[in-house]
């Protein structure tokens, strides 16, 4: 697809970036930006085209140099010279970076005003072509023209619009003036009322000449370079970050891997000195096995013997023959190591002894048979 098939395409949204506050908004903030930067720079950014302007005035050609929008004279050619002109061309062929341009005066190219629908502007040109016939005495086949947006009225939706021609035998006639600069020129613009260019280019597309810049396709080279550079920077430094957020998400999983193991032994250990604190504070709250025959040994009368004596999950069963055994039940109440004592069943008297057979029970003081059973509906 040509070029210019993809410009028309993108004209309806450059027609809407145009109408837009955009412009406007991106001119004031670049202005803003230039003046916080050095006097060096601002320079640098505000550096425009370098051109040499050339103008046919009578049997002379006038040199003008434009470098960074200002214009100042070189001096005077005889046109007449060709091979004076040869020289000057050779020398300016030296100059890669400056483009040559010509200048017209107002009345060397014929100009029309025209009130157009703003629609008109994304084929300005070619609405313009029709136009030829009708505002000139020329066929579009016999000129070479240039359009030009003048005003735009958004509010009417019209706009302005300027078309310029240049009969094609004067282009001949001028061109030939100019003799081996001509080869050299890259447009020709048109003197405005204010001695400024207009900003057009009337010169046929195949005779402009496209200079090369050696030191603006360096350039070029370099920043593309210094892109490739800092963007290969950017994916090394986003690869770099990339390995260390991986490395740092292994080792945290790792330290939750340890930190799982050290608080499974943590609550294992603390499970185990629970279990050993309990077993010790249980062992701290009931007597011992030797206090408890101490205890009976001390309070049980001599006239009592004990057939059987058991000890267990704090409980206490005394069975034996004894001549006073009701008595054995006040005798075990003021013990401060045996609780609860009472007598299983009824006492009866051994024919073969004479003596009451008891059973007795009782419960180890501190135990978990000593401690009373929790009343209903109370949260343990």
């Known amino acids: ?16 970036y145009l109408d837009s506050p955009v412009p406007a908004w991106l001119r004031a903030g670049g202005e803003a930006l230039r003046d916080w930067l050095p006097a060096t720079w601002r320079r640098q950014l505000a550096a425009g085209p370098r051109r040499l302007w050339m103008q046919v005035l009578g049997p002379t050609l006038r040199l003008e140099r434009e470098l960074d929008g200002h214009r ?7 046109a007449e010279e060709h091979e004076l002109l040869g020289m000057l061309h050779a020398r300016l062929s030296t100059d890669g970076a400056t483009t040559h341009w010509l200048l017209l005066e107002p009345g060397q190219v014929l100009r029309r005003v025209l009130t157009l629908p703003l629609a008109a502007e994304a084929r300005l040109r070619d609405v313009l072509a029709h136009e030829i016939d009708r505002q000139t005495p020329f066929t579009p086949d016999q000129v070479a023209f240039e359009a030009r947006v003048l005003e735009r009225d958004t509010t009417a939706r019209q706009l302005r619009a300027e078309l310029l021609v240049w009969p094609k035998a004067a282009i001949e006639a001028t061109l030939a ?18 001695g400024a260019p207009l900003g057009v280019n009337m010169l046929p597309p195949a005779r402009r000449h496209v200079a090369v810049d050696s030191a603006r396709q360096w ?7 210094a892109f490739v550079a800092l963007v290969a920077a950017m994916l090394l430094i986003r690869g770099n970050r ?27 250990l603390v499970a185990r000195n629970d279990a050993a604190n309990f077993l010790a504070r249980a ?20 006239d009592t013997s004990l057939e059987k004596l058991a000890v267990a999950d704090g409980k206490i069963v005394l069975i034996g023959q004894s001549q006073r055994a009701p ?15 009472a007598l299983a069943g009824a006492v009866q008297k051994d024919p073969r002894t004479g003596l009451d057979r008891f059973n007795l029970t009782a419960v180890v003081a501190g135990s978990a048979a000593d401690t009373p059973p929790a009343a209903p509906g109370t949260a343990p």
């Open 242 to 268: 990339a390995d260390a957020v991986a490395s740092l998400e292994a080792q945290v999983a790792a330290s939750e891997v340890e930190v799982r193991e050290v608080r499974r032994l943590r609550n294992a």
């Open 283 to 302: 062992r701290a709250a009931q007597p011992t096995m030797l206090e408890l025959l101490a205890e009976l040994t001390s309070r049980i009368p001599d």
């Open 327 to 341: 008595a054995l039940v006040a005798l075990l109440q003021d013990s401060a190591l045996i609780k609860s004592p």
């Open 219 to 225: 350039h070029l080279l370099l920043a593309a370079g």
């Open 177 to 194: 003036r100019l003799g081996p600069l001509a080869a050299s020129l890259a447009g020709v613009d048109v003197r405005g009322e204010d």
């Open 1 to 16: 697809m040509p070029a210019a098939t993809y410009t028309r395409a993108f004209d309806p949204l450059r027609l809407r």
């Open 72 to 78: 100042e004279p070189l001096g005077m050619v005889d």
